[in-house]
């Protein structure tokens, strides 16, 4: 739709209905406007998949690798591919703007919502974010940009204060988003944190430089709950408040306008902006045909239409959706996604395993047989089923082989505790698998209830008169023993086993944050005796009240074997096992929004468990199951060490793809990993007392700390590092050859050495060593990928763009080239470079 047609659609709307649009409708929802054809925009938390408005575990959704192992695909293609999907699965649930991606950095290990940031160089995390918009809004969706700038930890961080560096902001957490805009992205999310005294919401860096230099024309959404004012946030460059109803906008906004104290102007252009989303995602229908124009100005038709069918007077939202193929078609792409993600970090000859060479593989670990697939926090979604890797490595060995799975002893972790469901309960009405969901109130009498999968329900509905949200489950307990029980949730909680009160009190929340109020409140605790093979009948009780949600939890766990005797029993089958898969990794809540870790060990005793499983067998591997780095003690102890992230639904299926030699470990570190986070340069997430958390590492993260001078610390992984099942030489780089753009195109040789088709990433780099401002010690500037047969020398050609020469100039405000010579270098990690060339600026 033409901006033309957008401003006299906004002109038909009077102040009180401009103001009204700039709140959400609900949680998930914008409100409509029937006078000028507006129907609501319908939002969805991502980045690894689509949950879809709400939070209903019946509401299955696909689910994708973990963000951090997109970024370590390094493979702008495959993560376009993955975007598409995205923006399928989207348009199936109805969603027109999908909260993803993440363009925060990687910059301290220890930030709780690593796994749903790309990597730690804002080149890397740019270009893949550019190549996700692009998926996603091919499809006629809206991808967005998050969280607008700085929000790179979690502890304070609707508060924190992060002081940075005009120069630091721009050349490093700022371009990851511009990437974003260069890209045509059509939405951008505002922070909860503060950047050097201003809270994002009301921040001039959402006018400049982002609507003003990178002329970004879409819409400035908030992080829900992120508007805490009126006048500052509503002078600013934010365009909508969400969630709503209610809210300082929707309360005050109105009267603001009209006592002059809030520009009418600067009211006008974020309803024209929300009309052009609207336009550009299939909601604005305006009645007049004149201005019913379906296509997003100045975005070309064949950037916007679905890769087959679609004529050019069709919205991508009017393309029929995949057909009864899709479902094997997404679970393949998943899978492949999953096993090119994944890096082989240490390999001793062990990997890849020949089925023909086995009689017994021992599979030992809980992760084995309920692994991570994704992260915590508003990313979550619910997959429709998981491929375990315990079920992956059965479907895939032939029936020669015997598996023998030892769970070990069970890993500690602050996560809490599974919700109760169709493992261990039945409804107590149905009898089907799950729990009885029932909304009472305040007399008793039940408003509402239904059937549902487990005893995690974050946003239970409900109706009119609502007090109570009760679950109920018959527990069918398989082991005798003492059994615990929690209730997560607050305001008043009550816990009974087959009606003796068990856990009782009230339990006020003690943060603010979206993130525990509604997605992951504390679990409240209790233990019951509880004999095998006699059901017990489980009541859990909250009432609600204002400012502590909805969200209830009810969880069990069984008696924990003993550790002494479930390590004995997982040394034993490994002793007795060709080879061995040992599946370790972070529990739940230990890597989640709201909350950063405060070590990188993993959970123990699973350090304990790999190093006695490895001194019985040589021939163990180790997959570790985490979103980021975790210290690996053990690492040059053992046969091989590969890291799958939180892989995604096809879990199982893509690891066995792996080991098994059928595919290619593809996978490349998009961050440096320490051998211990004492190494690491930076580390604080944690701001002073008087809430600032100063970035005094500058432009030196990642990386770029590890080569600082005066760091003398090694990593255990570079930048990049990752094993295939072939060998590599790098032989010659070429002369740079400059490009219209100001870039330059580098020629480099590299040769397969090994004995089969293999994969290696060629990265840039650029270094300055004589330049007269501050400059890391080499900064990546560009990489490509070479595929090539045994023996085969490929060259391939590495772009380095004009921006990567540049530094930005505080004092004149705009980007700057120093003139002298760059040195080009060349290799496979940030580590190892061994090719050297010159440009000449």
């Known amino acids: 739709m033409r901006d033309v047609d957008v401003e006299r659609l906004a002109d038909k709307l009077d102040p009180g209905q401009r103001v009204r649009l700039l709140t959400g409708g609900d949680t998930w929802r914008t409100r409509a406007e029937p006078d000028i054809g507006l129907a609501e925009l319908v939002f969805s938390d991502g980045p690894a998949g689509v949950r879809g408005p709400g939070w209903d575990e019946r509401a299955t959704s696909a689910l994708l690798p973990s963000p951090s192992a997109l970024g370590a695909l390094w493979d702008e293609e495959r993560v376009r591919r993955l975007g598409e999907l995205l923006g399928e699965e989207a348009r199936r649930k109805g969603v027109h703007v999908l909260l993803?991606?993440?363009?925060?950095?990687?910059?301290?290990?220890?930030?709780?919502?690593?796994?749903?940031?790309?990597?730690?160089?804002?080149?890397?995390?740019?270009?893949?974010?550019?190549?996700?918009?692009?998926?996603?809004?091919?499809?006629?969706?809206?991808?967005?940009?998050?969280?607008?700038?700085?929000?790179?930890?979690?502890?304070?961080?609707?508060t924190l204060d992060v002081r940075v560096e005009e120069r630091v902001l721009h050349e490093v957490y700022l371009a990851p988003f511009e990437a974003a805009v260069r890209a045509g992205?059509?939405?951008?999310?505002?922070?909860?944190?503060?950047?050097?005294?201003?809270?994002?919401?009301?921040?001039?860096?959402?006018?400049e430089p982002l609507k003003g230099t990178w002329a970004f024309d879409g819409l400035v959404v908030s992080d829900w709950g992120g508007v805490r004012s009126v006048l500052a946030s509503a002078r600013a460059a934010q365009d909508l408040a969400m969630p709503g109803p209610g809210g300082p906008w929707d309360?005050?906004?109105?009267?603001?306008?009209?006592?002059?104290?809030?520009?009418?102007?600067?009211?006008?252009?974020?309803?024209?902006?929300?009309?052009?989303?609207?336009?550009?995602?299939?909601?604005?229908?305006?009645?007049?045909?004149?201005?019913?124009?379906?296509?997003?100005?100045?975005?070309?038709?064949?950037?916007?239409?679905?890769?087959?069918?679609?004529?050019?007077?069709?919205?991508?939202?009017?393309?029929?959706?995949?057909?009864?193929?899709?479902?094997?078609?997404?679970?393949?792409?998943?899978?492949?996604?999953a096993a090119a993600s994944s890096v082989l970090l240490e390999n001793r000859g062990v990997l890849p395993l020949d089925p023909a060479a086995l009689t017994r593989i021992a599979v030992i670990g809980a992760h084995a047989e309920v692994p991570r697939v994704q992260g915590g926090g508003s990313s979550e979604v619910f997959p429709q089923q998981v491929v375990s890797p315990l079920d992956g490595l059965r479907a895939a060995l032939p029936p020669h082989?015997?598996?023998?799975?030892?769970?070990?002893?069970?890993?500690?972790?602050?996560?809490?505790?599974?919700?109760?469901?169709?493992?261990?309960?039945?409804?107590?009405?149905?009898?089907?698998?799950?729990?009885?969901?029932?909304?009472?109130?305040?007399?008793?009498?039940?408003?509402?209830?239904?059937?549902?999968?487990?005893?995690?329900?974050?946003?239970?509905?409900?109706?009119?008169?609502?007090h109570t949200v009760e679950i109920a489950a018959v527990l069918h307990p398989d082991v005798t023993g003492p059994w615990t029980?929690?209730?997560?949730?607050?305001?008043?909680?009550?816990?009974?086993?087959?009606?003796?009160?068990?856990?009782?009190?009230?339990?006020?929340?003690?943060?603010?944050?979206?993130?525990?109020?509604?997605?992951?409140?504390?679990?409240?605790?209790?233990?019951?005796?509880?004999?095998?093979?006699?059901?017990?009948?489980?009541?859990?009780?909250?009432?609600?009240?204002?400012?502590?949600?909805?969200?209830?939890?009810?969880?069990?766990?069984?008696?924990?074997?003993?550790?002494?005797?479930?390590?004995?029993?997982?040394?034993?089958?490994?002793?007795?096992?060709?080879?061995?898969?040992?599946?370790?990794?972070?529990?739940?809540?230990?890597?989640?929004?709201?909350?950063?870790?405060?070590?990188?060990?993993l959970p123990a005793p699973q350090d304990a468990l790999v190093a006695a499983v490895a001194r019985a067998n040589p021939r163990t591997v180790v997959v570790v199951n985490a979103g980021a780095p975790v210290?690996?003690?053990?690492?040059?102890?053992?046969?091989?060490?590969?890291?799958?992230?939180?892989?995604?639904?096809?879990?199982?299926?893509?690891?066995?793809?792996?080991?098994?030699?059928?595919?290619?470990?593809?996978?490349?570190?998009?961050?440096?990993?320490?051998?211990?986070?004492?190494?690491?340069?930076?580390r604080a997430t944690e701001p002073g007392p008087d809430g600032r958390l100063p970035y005094a590492e500058g432009l030196h993260i990642g990386y770029r700390g590890w080569l600082r001078p005066g760091h003398d610390r090694a990593p255990a992984y570079w930048l990049g590092h990752g094993l295939g099942y072939t060998s590599w030489e790098f032989e010659r780089i070429g002369t740079p050859a400059p490009l219209p753009d100001g870039g330059y195109e580098v020629p480099v040789t590299l040769r397969n050495t090994g004995p089969r088709r293999g994969r290696e990433l060629v990265q840039l780099h650029l270094s300055r060593p004589d330049s007269e401002v501050e400059r890391p010690v080499r900064w990546l500037a560009g990489w490509a990928t070479a595929q090539a047969d045994p023996g085969e020398r490929v060259t391939v050609a590495v772009r380095v763009a004009g921006r990567a020469l540049e530094h930005w100039c505080p004092r004149a405000r705009a980007w700057r080239t120093e003139p002298g010579?760059?040195?080009?270098?060349?290799?496979?990690?940030?580590?190892?470079?061994?090719?050297?060339?010159?440009?000449?600026?």
């Open 100 to 158: 993803a991606p993440t363009l925060n950095l990687h910059r301290s290990p220890l930030a709780g919502r690593h796994f749903e940031c790309l990597a730690e160089d804002p080149l890397l995390a740019g270009r893949t974010g550019a190549a996700l918009i692009r998926g996603i809004q091919s499809r006629g969706v809206a991808a967005t940009a998050k969280h607008y700038v700085a929000n790179d930890s979690e502890t304070q961080r609707l």
């Open 185 to 207: 992205a059509w939405v951008v999310m505002s922070a909860y944190n503060r950047v050097n005294g201003t809270t994002m919401s009301e921040s001039p860096l959402l006018a």
């Open 251 to 337: 309360a005050e906004l109105a009267a603001a306008l009209a006592a002059g104290r809030v520009p009418p102007e600067a009211i006008e252009d974020k309803v024209r902006r929300l009309l052009r989303l609207a336009a550009r995602v299939g909601a604005l229908h305006p009645r007049d045909t004149s201005v019913a124009d379906l296509h997003p100005r100045d975005t070309p038709v064949a950037d916007l239409l679905p890769a087959a069918g679609g004529g050019p007077d069709v919205h991508p939202r009017d393309a029929p959706v995949a057909g009864a193929a899709a479902p094997a078609r997404l679970r393949r792409d998943l899978r492949e996604a």
């Open 401 to 466: 082989v015997r598996i023998a799975h030892e769970p070990g002893p069970a890993p500690e972790g602050a996560g809490g505790q599974a919700p109760l469901g169709a493992r261990y309960a039945l409804d107590p009405e149905s009898g089907a698998p799950g729990v009885r969901l029932r909304v009472l109130d305040a007399e008793g009498t039940v408003l509402g209830s239904s059937h549902q999968p487990s005893g995690r329900l974050l946003e239970p509905g409900l109706p009119p008169g609502a």
């Open 485 to 601: 029980l929690g209730l997560g949730g607050f305001g008043a909680l009550r816990l009974s086993v087959d009606g003796e009160l068990l856990l009782g009190g009230e339990f006020p929340p003690g943060t603010d944050d979206p993130a525990v109020i509604h997605v992951r409140p504390p679990q409240h605790l209790t233990r019951v005796p509880l004999t095998a093979g006699c059901p017990v009948t489980v009541v859990a009780r909250r009432e609600l009240a204002r400012g502590t949600g909805r969200a209830t939890v009810l969880t069990a766990a069984p008696p924990r074997p003993d550790p002494a005797v479930a390590l004995a029993a997982a040394v034993a089958a490994a002793r007795a096992a060709d080879a061995v898969v040992v599946v370790v990794g972070t529990t739940d809540g230990d890597e989640s929004e709201g909350a950063d870790r405060t070590s990188l060990r």
């Open 631 to 682: 210290e690996l003690p053990w690492r040059r102890e053992v046969g091989a060490v590969l890291l799958t992230w939180f892989p995604g639904q096809e879990a199982g299926a893509a690891l066995a793809d792996v080991l098994l030699g059928r595919v290619e470990p593809g996978g490349r570190l998009p961050t440096t990993w320490p051998a211990a986070l004492a190494d690491a340069p930076v």
């Open 821 to 841: 010579a760059f040195t080009v270098l060349a290799g496979r990690t940030a580590g190892e470079l061994p090719l050297r060339a010159a440009i000449e600026v």
